[in-house]
């Protein structure tokens, strides 16, 4: 197991279309997490599932935003009716569940989404 | 909510230069502290992870240490390369989820 992946590495789209994202953490990691990132700032929260149940979503997660963990092993994220204000790095992390000692995460290289 | 500040947002030194830099939390009720790297246009590099419980952490020529009560850690970089031009990212674990500063963009000049 080589890390996170993400896929695709980019994306660009027209403002309107929908757009989906996929992340494929560390095999033994139950916790798989999505943050959003723009330039200049640091990663944002928006949501994080434990195996396939997702726990808790950001506030910054709208209705245009839904995620899901099938069979709790990858997770996507699907955009809605894309917005310029969209355009950003999306990164996935994945972690051991709280309690264990090296409770790190283990960020993916994002997809950068850019709408036109 | 908790709020990570880090200091300076910019700084560039030459090749060989020792440096710290800082981060500092509101809330010192935190689970651990990870310190990241980011390259322009990539995700993070994790470097190391203190946990609630520990005063510091070491690799390489790295050192972090935190300072739960004031709410503080610093990432102590030893004979700065130009390689180790990025931006340095600071994350506190408050509950379910990492609070992360805005980074520091380090500049090592050869």
């Known amino acids: 197991d080589t890390g996170v992946s993400q896929d695709p590495r980019h994306k660009i789209t027209k403002r309107g279309q929908n757009v989906t994202f996929r992340c494929d953490p560390i095999?033994?990691?139950?916790?798989l997490y999505w943050y959003r990132q723009t330039l200049g700032q640091g990663p944002e929260f928006l949501t994080y599932?434990?195996?396939?149940?997702?726990?808790?979503k950001s506030r910054l997660l709208s209705d245009r935003f839904s995620a899901e963990r099938p069979k709790g092993s990858f997770s996507t994220l699907e955009i809605q009716r894309t917005e310029q204000g969209d355009s950003a790095m999306y990164l996935c992390?994945?972690?051991?569940?709280?309690?264990?000692?090296?409770?790190?995460?283990?960020f993916g290289s994002g997809t950068r989404l850019t709408v036109v | 909510k908790q709020e990570v500040t880090q200091i300076p947002a910019a700084l560039s030194v030459p090749e060989g230069e020792n440096l710290v830099l800082n981060c500092s939390f509101t809330?010192?009720?935190?689970?651990?502290l990870q310190w990241f790297r980011q390259d322009p246009g990539k995700g993070l590099t994790s470097l190391l992870l203190?946990?609630?419980?520990?005063r510091e952490q070491t690799s390489g020529r790295l050192n972090a240490s935190l300072d739960k009560s004031s709410g503080r850690s610093t990432l102590y970089i030893a004979a700065s390369q130009p390689g180790d031009s990025a931006t340095y990212l600071c994350?506190?674990?408050?509950?379910?989820?990492?609070?992360f500063g805005t980074g520091t963009s380090l500049t090592v000049i050869p």
């Open positions: 095999s033994e990691h139950n916790r």
């Open positions: 809330d010192s009720a935190i689970y651990n």
């Open positions: 203190i946990q609630s419980s520990q």
């Open positions: 599932f434990q195996n396939e149940a997702q726990l808790e």
């Open positions: 992390a994945s972690s051991l569940e709280p309690g264990r000692i090296n409770y790190g995460y283990t």
């Open positions: 994350a506190v674990r408050d509950g379910n989820q990492f609070y």
